[in-house]
């Protein structure tokens, strides 16, 4: 079975851009959530989708936004980007949206902006 | 708020055991999280811990004590390709109401294992 896909796996921008990125869960799963890791850090929470609302969002700026959609794949967009946004961006699927569920890694895109 | 500390490296020989604890300070714990990173890969699920006491997975043992805020993950037999960082992740039910499963995560202890 396919697991948690994103797309592209790098991308490079400039200070300025705006930038999508993509995320299909695993098969049956609802829930996406979204994370950013820094070089050095664990990853930290943006935002969580469930059956396309958003369940949860954290202390990022409103630059960043997402979206579910019917199939239940997802997308993050970053509006005027900075170099503090050079980041792993991790997608994660679970089958529900709440509970202690685990959730299930993406291999990640690799956002670089110079 | 919520605070999780992890040792940032540690090094361990290959055959041998090693042992990485992790402590969590959260106002509404629901369960902890254990998890594999290699560099430049996504992170792999490795236990799931909401109950005091351990959970043994192959080579891989987790155990939990709710009331100290403590939790250590345990490799044993360690082999070359052990060499990662593990990250210990907590579930909040504070935060949202519990309507979220977000994860909060410390920053990894990296592990290097020599021969």
Request: proline share 4%.
């Amino acid at each position: 079975d396919a697991g948690v896909t994103q797309s592209p796996t790098h991308l490079i921008k400039t200070r300025g851009q705006h930038v999508t990125l993509r995320c299909s869960p695993i098969s049956g799963h609802k829930s996406v959530s979204w994370y950013q890791q820094v070089l050095g850090q664990g990853p930290q929470f943006i935002f969580q989708y469930y059956e396309k609302e958003e369940r949860g969002r954290g202390n990022f700026p409103d630059r960043f936004s997402a979206r579910q959609f019917p199939n239940y794949s997802s997308e993050l967009n970053v509006n005027a980007l900075l170099l503090g946004d050079s980041a792993l961006y991790l997608c994660a699927s679970s089958v529900g949206g709440a509970g202690a569920e685990t959730q299930y890694f993406g291999p990640g895109t690799r956002l670089l902006v110079l | 708020g919520q605070n999780i500390d992890q040792p940032t490296e540690m090094t361990a020989t290959e055959g041998a055991i090693v042992q990485i604890n992790c402590t969590y300070q959260t106002s509404g714990f629901n369960g902890l999280f254990w998890y594999q990173q290699h560099a430049g890969e996504a992170p792999t699920f490795l236990s799931y811990n909401v109950l005091d006491g351990l959970e043994e997975k192959g080579r891989f043992s987790s155990f939990l004590s709710r009331s100290k805020g403590y939790s250590y993950l345990l490799l044993k037999e360690l082999q070359m390709k052990d060499s990662a960082s593990y990250l210990c992740a907590v579930r909040d039910l504070r935060e949202y109401g519990g309507a979220t499963n977000k994860l909060i995560f410390g920053t990894g202890t990296l592990l290097a294992v020599q021969p």
